[in-house]
């Protein structure tokens, strides 16, 4: 065998590892091994203890832990003296617990006296998207008190009267699957509930205020042969908002359609099972 006939030579055998001659990765350097210090009883050496190493990762677990519990105690500041989270009129802020009691009160069922605040006028907004938004709206006399609870009183009786056009017309009526007094047919039950998502102040003047809600609505018919099953949609309701003395009230809404997330590839729910959702899980008052 010649000496190219060897693993490594030829260009077509193994790399320099293969090579018997080789010793540090083919450099044909010699490698010197130089004896372990003194060992213990046993005759095995004893690396030396790296003390410096230790020390820095003792410190930093220490320094982690500090810091960890530091955050955790934070939860239990005064809550007149935690940094002010509320965000600029049109910017973007997260909707967390501010420390602000909810609010008592309520008319009508809806939820009122809201603090002369950003703050407050974007609750207020929320939980009046919650009320126009549900299927007491389907309702004469329901009607009336939501409207008469959430416009401001110079702009309520005009509203019942477009409200009442729009929700007793028989052909809308007819289309959404409800009988002419609104109600649904017998064995099926009637969903129309807005679920927040987030709010903001688009402007907020002190005694005015523009809040935008994005939420997603669930609306239709829940029972067996239903011609309109309920479905999921998002939309956004941008609310002006004026002071009256006492609590936020409306004054005009405009309604556009999103943004929509994409759906997940989920089954949808029986029937039953979405009439029992409806009946076990209620609604919520919004407050922060």
Do not use: C
């Amino acid at each position: 065998m010649s000496f190219d006939d060897e693993p490594g030579r030829g260009g077509s055998g193994p790399g320099h590892g293969d090579d018997r001659f080789s010793t540090l990765g083919g450099t044909r350097q010699t490698r010197t091994r130089l004896p372990e210090p003194a060992g213990d009883s046993y005759g095995t050496g004893r690396r030396p203890p790296r003390t410096s190493r230790s020390l820095v990762m003792v410190v930093g677990v220490v320094v982690l832990l500090i810091a960890a519990i530091a955050f955790a105690n934070r939860g239990g500041d005064d809550p007149g003296t935690s940094p002010d989270t509320t965000a600029r009129p049109g910017g973007a802020g997260a909707t967390a617990a501010t420390g602000t009691k909810p609010v008592t009160g309520k008319q009508a069922g809806i939820p009122s006296g809201f603090p002369e605040t950003e703050q407050g006028a974007q609750s207020a907004a929320v939980n009046y998207a919650v009320a126009l938004g549900s299927d007491g709206m389907f309702s004469t006399t329901r009607r009336h008190e939501i409207v008469d609870a959430v416009y401001a009183p110079e702009v309520a009786a005009a509203r019942q009267g477009d409200l009442d056009k729009v929700y007793s017309a028989k052909d809308f009526l007819a289309r959404i699957g409800l009988n002419p007094d609104g109600t649904a047919p017998a064995g099926q039950t009637f969903i129309s509930r807005s679920n927040p998502a987030g709010s903001k102040a688009d402007k907020f003047n002190g005694t005015t205020a523009t809040v935008s809600v994005w939420y997603s609505a669930l609306f239709g018919l829940a029972g067996e042969g239903s011609k309109n099953p309920v479905s999921e949609s998002w939309f956004t309701n941008t609310f002006q908002l004026k002071w009256t003395g006492e609590d936020w009230k409306v004054t005009d809404f405009t309604q556009k359609d999103g943004p929509a997330p994409v759906g997940r590839d989920q089954a949808a729910a029986s029937a039953k099972d979405m009439t029992d959702a409806v009946e076990q899980y209620g609604g919520f008052t919004y407050a922060r």
